[in-house]
Nanobody
Framework: QVQLVESGGGLVQAGGSLRLSCAAS????????MGWFRQAPGKEREFVAA????????YYADSVKGRFTISRDNAKNTVYLQMNSLKPEDTAVYYC??????????????????WGQGTQVTVSS
């Protein structure tokens, strides 16, 4: 079993930056594909970014490409999402998720088995 806890959310002005962290316990994340998703009020949960189990490949939604960066530190059992040039439309609850082991690419919610509780990101205009 993997437990995930997100942190780093908050209120920021448009154009600002935030770094989300996802700390894991229970198991090492080093063999899991990891991802970030978000859900705005009244909308479905959507893919934001993912990183392969090896850390060698990253994937982004078109809406965040060039602004967000996903990374992982296996020694700290933590995954990060650096968010720059934030826009009001980035406002959502952001969720960290752990997917299949030894998976290179996972961008769909059904590919993820473990989820954190979410952290709120609010971007004001």
């Amino acid at each position: 079993q993997v437990q995930l806890v997100e942190s780093g959310g908050g209120l920021v002005q448009a154009g600002g930056s935030l770094r989300l962290s996802c700390a894991a316990s229970g198991r090492s994340l080093s063999t899991y594909a990891m991802g970030w998703f978000r859900q705005a009020p009244g909308k479905e949960r959507e893919f934001v970014a993912a990183i392969s189990w090896s850390g060698g490949n990253t994937y982004y939604a078109d809406s965040v490409k060039g602004r967000f960066t996903i990374s992982r530190d296996n020694a700290k059992n933590t995954v990060y999402l650096q968010m720059n040039s934030l826009k009001p439309e980035d406002t959502a609850v952001y969720y960290c998720a752990a997917g299949g082991r030894f998976v290179e690419r996972a961008t769909m919610t059904y590919e993820y088995n473990y989820w954190g509780q979410g952290t709120q990101v609010t971007v004001s205009s």
